[in-house]
């Protein structure tokens, strides 16, 4: 089968000989074959060298990159290509463990795998296309991951939200494999409602893990807000951490009622909690000295660089915001989800933030994605995940 022929202008192949997986439409010189959005594509240097394959999509990047070597992509490079990513998470001590039964399987190109994201929430792997190739073989990965992950019973496929909106497909959020179930997942021994129907991205945000286990280490005495909480993983670990009272704040009702069935889930009748639906910075202008533990972890303000500004203002603000109001000695979790946002900018935010409050600022940890969230080391657009745990007198 004769592929479709990405030739690229002279000199436009550097990147890709850095192994970085994008090209970009201004890198092309030349295509031939007329492809369609999703198929797969050669792509030659100016010199007519073989370079790469992967798929053509319609956009600022043009080709994201399977594979440097010349192989075929069918259903055995899908099998391949999630096993190593099954392998690894075994390796890590995520997958086949029964103190965790949540984790990331693939990470995008983390995981050689662009525009996939795929969860799992004990029986159920989530399945997320960002882009139509990967939608246009999704029944080809649901297969691969029956045949790989071990007591996975379901495959729920999530992406009328995340692929494209020009793309000329219709996708609809189903079940590939199995049906409807009630799920409670376990992460460090804590169980939660994952809710992959009607709750944002996956159902659960699985990047939080290790923070949230890290924050556990903070709660002790301690009295404790979780702002924009959704399903309240933080508070439910600040909870076990033996907080002195924690109080969740989200503006979406359905979130608090999911947060208060997960605290009941893994603490029934408890008295130190109480969630309200309220919109942060409003909650935050009636914090002041009330809580000695705060947790900022809010939704991407910067999705496109066209508003990395105002993304940046934003959270110089919250941050303010939460400088002036936590207590002396106070311990403040801070995060950006923001892809655009990079970890200087944050912190350069969040600096001037502090220095707007006057007070002394001291930075306890350096927080990033973990381990199931891996990072290609040719793609540093892949750390996405930035946050600051800071002493604050």
């Known amino acids: 089968m004769i592929l479709p022929k ?3 202008k002279r000199g436009k192949e550097e990147a890709l000989l850095r192994f970085h997986p994008w090209i970009f439409s201004g890198a092309i010189h030349r295509i031939e074959g007329n492809p369609q959005e999703g198929d797969i594509v050669e792509v030659y240097t100016a010199q007519q060298q073989w370079i790469a394959i992967g798929y053509y999509q319609i956009g600022s990047i043009s080709v994201r ?20 990513a099954y392998n690894i998470r075994v390796t890590l001590g995520l997958a086949q463990n029964p103190e965790n039964t949540t984790y990331r399987l693939v990470h995008g190109e983390g995981d050689n795998l662009p525009g996939l994201v795929i969860d799992v929430y004990d029986t159920t792997a989530v399945v997320q296309a960002h882009t139509v190739a990967i939608h246009n073989v999704r029944h080809t990965i ?11 019973e379901n495959v729920y496929y999530k992406s009328e939200g995340t692929l494209p909106f020009k793309a000329d497909v219709t996708p609809e959020n189903t079940y590939l494999v199995g049906q409807e179930t009630d799920c409670i997942a376990m992460e460090h021994g804590l169980r939660f409602h994952a809710d992959w129907l009607r709750g944002q991205k996956t159902g659960f945000f699985v990047d939080q893990r290790e923070n949230r286990l890290l924050l556990e280490k903070y709660a002790k005495g301690r009295s404790v807000l979780n702002m924009f909480c959704y399903t309240g993983g933080f508070s439910f670990y600040a909870l076990r951490g033996g907080a002195q009272l924690v109080h969740s704040v989200d503006s979406s009702a359905k979130a608090i009622e999911l947060t208060n069935k997960n605290v009941a889930l893994n603490f029934p009748d408890e008295t130190r909690h109480e969630a309200y639906a309220e919109d942060a910075f409003k909650f935050l202008e009636q914090a002041k000295d009330k809580y000695d533990l705060i947790i900022l972890d809010p939704p991407a303000f910067a999705k496109h660089k066209n508003v990395l500004n105002n993304a940046l203002q934003g959270y110089r603000k919250l941050n303010a ?14 995060f950006s989800c923001s892809q655009v946002v990079s970890k200087e900018q944050f912190r350069l935010a969040v600096f001037s933030a502090a220095a707007q409050s006057g007070r002394n600022v001291r930075i306890l940890h350096q927080l990033t994605q973990p381990a199931d969230h891996p990072i290609n080391i040719y793609h540093a657009e892949g750390e996405y995940l930035k946050g600051l745990v800071l002493h604050v007198e």
């Open 6 to 8: 990405i030739t690229l």
């Open 321 to 334: 915001k939460a400088f002036d109001q936590i207590k002396p000695n106070g311990i403040l979790f801070t």
């Open 65 to 84: 990159i399977l594979s440097f070597k010349p192989i075929e992509i069918d259903e055995q490079f899908w099998l391949a290509k999630i096993r190593n």
């Open 142 to 152: 649901a297969s691969a991951l029956m045949q790989t992950v071990k007591g996975l």
